[in-house]
């Protein structure tokens, strides 16, 4: 039906107008259906070496996709460089992860990640780290324990931090997602990394293990789905950088920032005694032979490049509160791990597991060795597990040791560790529920 107007030819105005309706419907079924899966939950954790960096950029979606691609560069706008990964799945989630490889030191990148026909993200960004060795003054947040129940007032004051961190750091025990019923396992991880994700999109969040990241449910594996044992959750949702520092598994590893090397353990398996490994109610791992890379990373650690040497486990070594299950387990881990730490002059110790905050002079053998922090002898010993859970804070215990400098039972909180110079480093505790300073520390340590 064409009729001829002025020699040309033309569509009826009611042709016409079914023509673009066809069209703009078209467009929005594309729309709808074709990119009904974008990304959620947008995560970034450290990747690389500080001589080459990267990024790694994961994220989640309910249905599988063709590919896996982050579109990323230098200017808004202008992503014209494209990194392609991988996704897997353990239940109901794909899980994708896509590593940026050779980037800049200390440069602002831009990003966007998702697939073509399942749809986009939004478009953020990161600065990459840095070359190690002499560095100006950086920053990491620090918290432990934190979950989803009690946890609002910590990421509120931890979302203020992004852009002056240079990254978060989680001691283990994330989403207590093991104290829900299983039906519900997989939307609190989710409902976790969607509390976060307003920093996580930015910053990246490096992790480690802890008991509550073990299985379904707090108090072993028995009735669990077998895909909900053994770390699965933890292994398929954080992606770290476990591979570039000789790790078999993402249960443990480490890096190099600034003038700092971190070591991130698991001290739930494939140590002496694991209070979750083979045989326990757990029956979690073995993940590899974890003893002998912590021996072999502590010692190749260059102190002229990076002098401070950070250790961090979810469990602690030294902790007021002792009660626990294992049974003494606190006197478990010392022994083994204590003289490891002391033989290799590490720095500090981090540690959560307990809902408070405690702050230890330096000791060593339940003994304690100075009542400053000039020059320690020993590792500095903190616990830093308040940031908010489900099981609440531990109370306050009636006894206390010599060695106890400080404690915090009355609120919620998180630490920020400035690293000033070779020489000297400041520890920064804070309450959640108005941002105050609760305790603050500045090491000084003498470098040969």
């Given at each position: 039906y064409q009729r001829r107007v002025h020699g040309t030819t033309a569509l009826e105005p009611s042709l016409w107008l079914n023509k673009m309706l066809f069209w703009l419907t078209l467009s929005l079924v594309v729309l709808c259906f074709g990119q009904d899966d974008p990304p959620k939950v947008v995560h970034l954790a450290i990747a690389g070496s500080p001589e080459t960096p990267g990024m790694a950029v994961s994220?989640?979606?309910?249905?599988?996709?063709?590919?896996?691609?982050?579109?990323?560069?230098?200017?808004?706008?202008?992503?014209?460089?494209?990194?392609?990964?991988?996704?897997?799945?353990?239940?109901?989630?794909?899980?994708?992860?896509?590593?940026?490889?050779?980037?800049?030191?200390?440069?602002?990148?831009?990003?966007?990640?998702?697939?073509?026909?399942?749809?986009?993200?939004?478009?953020?960004?990161?600065?990459?780290?840095?070359?190690?060795?002499?560095?100006?003054?950086?920053?990491?947040a620090i918290f432990g324990d934190m979950g989803v129940s009690s946890s609002n007032n910590t990421i509120k004051q931890l979302e203020k931090l992004t852009g002056s961190v240079d990254f978060f750091y989680s001691l283990g025990d994330h989403a207590y997602a093991d104290r829900r019923t299983e039906s519900d396992y997989e939307d609190v991880y989710d409902q976790f990394q969607t509390?976060?994700?307003?920093?996580?999109?930015?910053?990246?969040?490096?992790?480690?293990?802890?008991?509550?990241?073990?299985?379904?449910?707090?108090?072993?594996?028995?009735?669990c789905n077998p895909v909900h044992d053994n770390f699965t959750?933890?292994?398929?949702?954080?992606?770290?950088?476990?591979?570039?520092?000789?790790?078999?598994?993402?249960?443990?590893?480490?890096?190099?920032?600034?003038?700092?090397?971190?070591?991130?353990?698991?001290?739930?398996?494939?140590?002496?005694?694991?209070?979750?490994?083979?045989?326990?109610?757990?029956?979690?791992?073995?993940?590899?032979?974890?003893?002998?890379?912590?021996?072999?990373?502590?010692?190749?650690?260059?102190r002229t490049e990076t002098p401070w040497l950070i250790v961090a486990g979810h469990r602690p070594i030294y902790s007021t509160i002792s009660l626990d299950w294992p049974l003494n387990y606190q006197v478990t881990l010392r022994k083994f791990l204590e003289p490891i730490l002391n033989y290799y002059k590490v720095d500090f110790y981090l540690q959560a597991h307990v809902h408070a905050y405690e702050r230890m002079f330096p000791v060593f053998n339940s003994t304690k060795q100075q009542s400053n922090y000039n020059n320690p002898s020993t590792p500095v010993y903190v616990t830093n597990g308040a940031s908010g859970n489900i099981e609440g804070l531990d109370k306050l215990p009636a006894t206390t040791a010599d060695w106890v400098a400080t404690r915090v039972f009355d609120d919620q909180g998180y630490a920020v560790m400035t690293f000033h110079n070779d020489t000297h480093a400041t520890w920064n505790y804070y309450g959640s529920s108005n941002n105050a300073l609760r305790d603050s520390i500045t090491v000084y340590k003498k470098r040969n």
């Open positions: 994220w989640i979606t309910m249905k599988p996709t063709q590919t896996s691609i982050v579109r990323y560069g230098l200017e808004s706008g202008k992503l014209n460089q494209v990194a392609s990964g991988y996704n897997r799945t353990y239940l109901s989630r794909w899980n994708h992860d896509v590593v940026l490889a050779n980037l800049l030191p200390s440069t602002t990148y831009f990003y966007v990640c998702g697939d073509a026909s399942s749809g986009w993200s939004k478009e953020f960004n990161f600065v990459t780290r840095p070359k190690s060795g002499p560095y100006k003054p950086f920053s990491v509390m976060l994700e307003n920093i996580t999109r930015y910053s990246p969040l490096m992790v480690m293990p802890g008991n509550h990241d073990a299985s379904c449910k707090y108090y072993g594996s028995l009735g959750a933890y292994l398929y949702r954080f992606r770290m950088p476990h591979a570039e520092s000789r790790s078999p598994s993402g249960m443990w590893w480490s890096m190099n920032y600034g003038n700092v090397h971190f070591v991130s353990m698991n001290t739930e398996t494939d140590i002496p005694d694991p209070p979750e490994g083979p045989g326990t109610l757990w029956n979690a791992g073995p993940f590899g032979d974890q003893v002998s890379w912590l021996h072999n990373d502590l010692s190749k650690v260059n």
